[in-house]
């Protein structure tokens, strides 16, 4: 069919002409004003300062952290070097995914970081969003404004052929299309 999203190629999944122009059609309008962060200070963990079961998974745990100094007004503008970086403006916050490790960075210099197996592993991963962060502002710049898109659950499914055949290894269409929204 000409009108699916995604096609199979052997075992890999792979983004259709028309997936490609349909995510254009979905592009969302402009990235905002983009600041200077030469002028930042580069940041430590100060502290973790808690450590708590995860309350997404019990076999995990949730960090509490605080980076000094507080980054404030410059963590829209970090959202752009984390791939997976998502600003939220009425909260001050930035999410960043790495795995399955969700990290949030407060405008106050809180973190939290969920989905985390131990602390050693929390502490790995506060270390490289601690030079992530200090190497772009070392630098004083950050990539180009990505486009970002924005496509609902529903958009990908209804594009899916819904015969829930299981060559791409979920159990349905369904499925699979939850598993693309989430990268």
């Not at 973790?48 to 410059?74: E, F, H, Y």
């Not at 070097?81 to 490790?101: A, H, Q, T, W």
């Amino acid at each position: 069919m000409d009108d699916q999203l995604v096609e199979l190629e052997g075992k890999n999944v792979k983004l259709s002409e028309y997936g490609k122009n349909f995510l254009k059609g979905k592009k969302e309008s402009g990235t905002g004003e983009i600041k200077d962060i030469s002028q930042a200070k580069p940041v430590e963990i100060a502290e973790i300062r808690q450590l708590l079961p995860c309350i997404a998974d019990s076999s995990k745990i949730m960090v509490i952290a605080n980076m000094s100094p507080p980054l404030g007004g410059i963590l829209k503008i970090l959202e752009l070097i984390f791939p997976r970086g998502n600003y939220l403006d009425r909260k001050d916050s930035l999410i960043v995914k790495s795995g399955e490790i969700i990290t949030t960075l407060y405008g106050s210099g809180k973190v939290s970081m969920r989905m985390v197996k131990n602390e050693d592993e929390a502490k790995e991963e506060l270390e490289n969003l601690k030079n992530t962060i200090n190497e772009a502002i070392l630098k004083g710049v950050v990539p180009a404004p990505r486009e970002k898109v924005r496509v609902e659950l529903m958009d990908i499914y209804k594009y899916l052929p819904q015969t829930n055949c299981g060559k791409c290894g979920e159990q349905g269409c369904y499925s699979f299309a939850i598993k693309l929204m989430a990268g």
